[in-house]
């Protein structure tokens, strides 16, 4: 196979960037929380930053799956 084949089709790379995003924000906000209720700011913040992260993942993959419809919409 050649490297090519190996890799993932753009439209399949977005939607698990898309799921793991959503899944790294869930877990941010769980890790916030838990921040806020034992008075832990630093855990607070790494909550917080993990949720940012996990939107950024989530939107990047949302765009990698319009492109891929975009430049081929027969899938």
């Known amino acids: 196979m050649s490297e090519y084949e ?4 753009l439209g399949t790379q977005g939607s698990e960037d ?6 790294k924000q869930a877990a941010g906000k769980v890790q916030s929380a838990l ?3 034992t008075d832990n700011p630093k855990e607070e913040a790494r909550g917080d930053a993990k ?25």
């Open 18 to 23: 898309t799921v793991k995003g959503k899944l």
């Open 51 to 75: 949720q940012f992260e996990g939107k950024t993942q989530s939107t990047v993959g949302h765009t990698e799956r319009k492109i891929d419809n975009t430049l081929d919409p027969n899938k």
């Open 35 to 37: 921040g806020k209720t």
């Open 6 to 9: 190996d890799k993932k089709d």
